[in-house]
């Protein structure tokens, strides 16, 4: 969720010995008019402290010496700085990546956003482009400036026989399928959530869920790029192929994208279908389930057998909407969470925790969604596993009571509550051909879960595990030459649900350890790659050089760098992130 602020607050710390610049009346020491006069022996008494006092502190000073890069700093009076009016605080959705800037540009027009480009181009000021900030990783921000593209957000032209649409870059998928529903069109897919800017959502690869649809950045056919060194280019498949397959998952950093013509499809109604099934049914009836559905998805729930199994189609297939009459109504579906909340209220509390109730609170609990009531439990103890193996089993037989069927048009049903703030990592890996699956996504599967047992690690569901077809945009995670491979993506998650700092860098650092292993005992062996918006830069600079050389080997990065430098040579539009990932030189 972006947000800017127009003044940064400051903590400032004043020296006692200058609190006051120009030291009031109050302050000054008064002393008497009129002294007595003073003996020889008292002025000798005098001196002898004085010259005392000097020795002890040069002995002190000479014994114990301060190091050579001490701040020898003489103390300053203390000026005021008035506060900035003009800083920009961006985050991104889930607190996790913050950065301030003085130079965050938000143009309204084509023109203005090729002004924007062009002085930063001159004055080889950064402004690295950054959409609604719902990336994981903060793929796009940049300390040094950004430009969003928030206002512009039209929609330009539709064309009901083609079947496309095109738009200005910062418009939002809602926005956008609300905007052609009226033509009777719709995007091909979606991922989880509708906040997305278009322009972002191509540009890290990202994906919904179904064997036979590809991530959505194939569902892009033209775009026109703002770039620093070639001013505004429009590409397509036939107008500079090479370039637009590349521009297509491009990180944001060839260039600003301004506008995108996109491949829609008829809009529809689908039937969802929901079942808790368990991994024994699911190796049976996988093959099946991915080649039957358009969409599928599972989402298994750790310390538990529990595979939730959802499954979209047409209402067509279904010849009309399921007769249905599901065993739970939704509060009955619920309430055995609520109560366990209660529970866990009245036993952390028992324990003196930091746990406060009031009478709201309990109140409050019926009117609390699942994910609500998740990210609640969660937070009484995120890192105990026998607190987080309860949670989710209640999980667990939450879904068991809300199997059955849903009907909706299809932006409205393949959207998914993916809780509240939150860590992410997720990996993409081939997993076979649609007639012939590898299984090699199952058998991942079961190793992580058999890992997240063996290191005892508090992993709260759901595992998310989805399928797209190849993409042809080279820097996609799921590219390939083949249109028949299918490609497996799994995502592992640790809620961010308090504002607590400690408990908060506790999670934090007890997730960064369950993604170590997964990618210590998992990537290599799947040839599995992180998703371009929840990849995180290691610290370390020999990991470092392995994540390079990692991605050297599934990414063409010396024809992305070229393009980075044709179209930017001033690396405009890079950020830390872009440098560090995909160096142009040999020093990092």
């Known amino acids: 969720m972006l947000r800017t602020t127009l003044a940064l607050k400051r903590t400032f710390r004043i020296p006692y010995h200058h609190s006051h610049p120009h030291p009031t009346p109050t302050l000054l020491r008064r002393f008497s008019t009129s002294p007595e006069p003073s003996s020889d022996a008292e002025t000798r008494k005098y001196l002898g402290y004085t010259a005392l006092l000097l020795f002890c502190g040069a002995a002190t000073y000479y014994t114990f010496p301060l190091p050579d890069n001490a701040k020898h700093k003489k103390a300053q009076i203390f000026r005021y700085a008035p506060l900035p009016e003009d800083l920009h605080t961006v985050s991104n959705w889930s607190g996790t990546h913050e950065v301030q800037t003085r130079n965050f540009h938000q143009p309204e027009t084509l023109d203005q956003l090729e002004r924007v480009v062009k002085d930063a181009q001159e004055s080889k000021t950064r402004i690295r482009p950054v959409g609604s900030g719902l990336s994981p990783n903060g793929i796009g921000l940049s300390r040094a400036g950004m430009v969003n593209l928030a206002l512009m957000d039209k929609i330009l032209e539709v064309d009901k026989q ?14 956008l399928v609300d905007g052609i529903k009226d033509h009777g069109l719709t995007l091909q897919n979606f991922a989880s959530i509708r906040e997305q800017q278009i322009g972002g959502i191509i540009q890290v690869g990202a994906h919904g869920t179904g064997a036979r649809l590809p991530p959505i950045d194939e569902q892009v056919v033209a775009m026109k790029l703002v770039t620093p060194a070639k001013g505004t280019i429009e590409i397509s498949k036939e107008k500079d192929p090479e ?25 529809q109604e689908l039937v969802e279908h929901t079942v808790v099934s368990n991994m024994s049914e699911i ?14 998805k599972y989402l298994y729930i750790p310390y538990t057998d529990s595979v ?85 089993q209640a999980e667990a037989e939450f879904w068991r009571k809300s199997e059955g069927y849903r ?21 993409c890996f081939p997993a076979g051909k649609l007639a012939n699956p590898s299984m090699k996504d199952l058998e991942y599967i079961e190793e992580l879960k058999q890992l997240i047992e063996k290191e005892e690690i508090p992993a709260p569901a759901p595992i998310e595990q989805r399928w797209t077809a190849s993409s042809r945009s080279p820097m996609s995670p799921a590219s390939s030459p083949s249109e028949d491979d299918i490609f497996s993506w799994v995502g592992i998650i640790m809620y961010l649900p308090t504002m607590d700092a400690r408990q908060r860098k506790d999670i934090t650092e007890e997730f ?28 370390d600079k020999e990991e470092l050089v392995d994540l390079q050389a990692r991605l050297r080997k599934r990414f063409p990065v010396d024809e992305y760098n070229k393009a980075r430098k044709e179209l930017d040579p001033n690396r405009i539009v890079s950020n830390n992130m872009l440098e560090k990932l995909f160096p142009q030189s040999e020093t990092i």
């Open 162 to 175: 083609k079947k496309t649409v095109r738009v200005q870059a910062g418009i939002r998928v809602q926005q």
């Open 243 to 267: 370039l637009f397959y590349l521009a297509r998952c491009g990180l944001g950093g060839l260039g600003v994208v301004a506008e995108v013509t996109l491949q829609c499809v008829d809009r």
């Open 283 to 296: 190796k049976k009836n996988h093959k099946k389930l991915l080649s039957e559905n358009k969409h599928v």
């Open 308 to 392: 939730v199994v959802v499954r979209c189609n047409p209402v067509s297939k279904w010849k009309g909407p399921p007769k249905f009459k599901p065993k739970y109504t939704q509060d009955e579906a619920i309430q055995h969470v609520r109560d366990l909340y209660r529970e866990s209220l009245q036993k952390y509390g028992a324990e003196g925790s930091r746990v406060k109730t009031s009478d709201d609170d309990e109140q409050n609990i019926d009117s609390l969604s699942f994910t609500e009531l998740r990210d609640k439990l969660i937070a009484l103890d995120p890192l105990n596993k026998k607190h987080i193996m309860k949670v989710n």
């Open 407 to 427: 009907v909706g048009w299809s932006d409205e049903i393949l959207g998914f509550d993916c809780g509240g703030q939150q860590w992410v990592s997720e990996t």
């Open 512 to 539: 960064f350890h369950y993604r170590h292993l997964t990618q210590a005992k998992l990537w290599d062996h799947y040839s599995a790659y992180e998703h371009w918006a929840k990849i995180e830069v290691p610290k």
